[in-house]
């Protein structure tokens, strides 16, 4: 792997400060409170420092979309910060219609769970296959930089233009059928009707992007 590649991978995993869930106190929390507790510990992830990580205005909008239980007397508690991390970094890459999709489910059975499975159990769970992850991450990330070196016969070394074009291309190939086959499981979870209707928001919302 390049001395590059290897500095932003670095960079990456040095800003990574996954939430725990001790590290969400066992009071709830008023909504204040949670805003800042996010942006505390997934502030670092954010592209722009005037980026937030979450605001009051989102946390009201995951309510009104059925994505987020109603608070107990304006207050959270930890399943709430641990659905709004599930929410957060979904959201990088799915519409909220295919998050409800995922989620709901999710809600309608651990939220209020005493039993062995419950939300904190899960997400725990996830916390522990993330150094797996990351190992497969970055043998992923060399696998594909070496074959990007290897386009147009090499030719591409002497470009740094074409080498970043190659590389982040065979990543986004990557990202995109991916992408694609996480899709096609939520389409499979949902009901006919919510999928067309998770579908026709997704492409409405690209219109709106792209004015078409």
Sequence with gaps: MSKAANDFMEKL??????????????????????????????????????????????????????????PEKKKYSK???LLLTFIYYLKSFLTIGDIKTLLSPLTDKYFYS?????????YRELLEKF??????????????????????????????????????????IDVYMKKQFIEAIIDSMAPPTAARDSKKTSKDKEARETGE
């Design 13 to 70: 995993f040095q800003n990574i400060d996954l939430i725990k869930p001790e590290d969400i106190p066992n009071i709830d929390l008023y909504m204040d409170q949670v805003t800042t507790l996010m942006e505390n510990h997934l502030g670092k992830l954010k592209r722009f420092d005037e980026d937030k990580v979450l605001t009051k205005t989102m946390i009201n909008n995951y309510a009104k979309n059925n994505l987020l239980p109603a």
């Design 79 to 81: 399943n709430h910060v």
């Design 114 to 122: 005493q039993e062995n499975i419950t939300i904190e159990a899960i």
């Design 131 to 172: 150094p797996s992850i990351f190992e497969e991450f970055k043998q992923d990330i060399a696998e594909k930089e070496n074959l990007a070196d290897c386009c147009l016969n090499g030719a591409v070394k002497e470009d740094e233009y074409l080498r970043n074009l190659f590389f982040i291309s065979l990543l986004g």
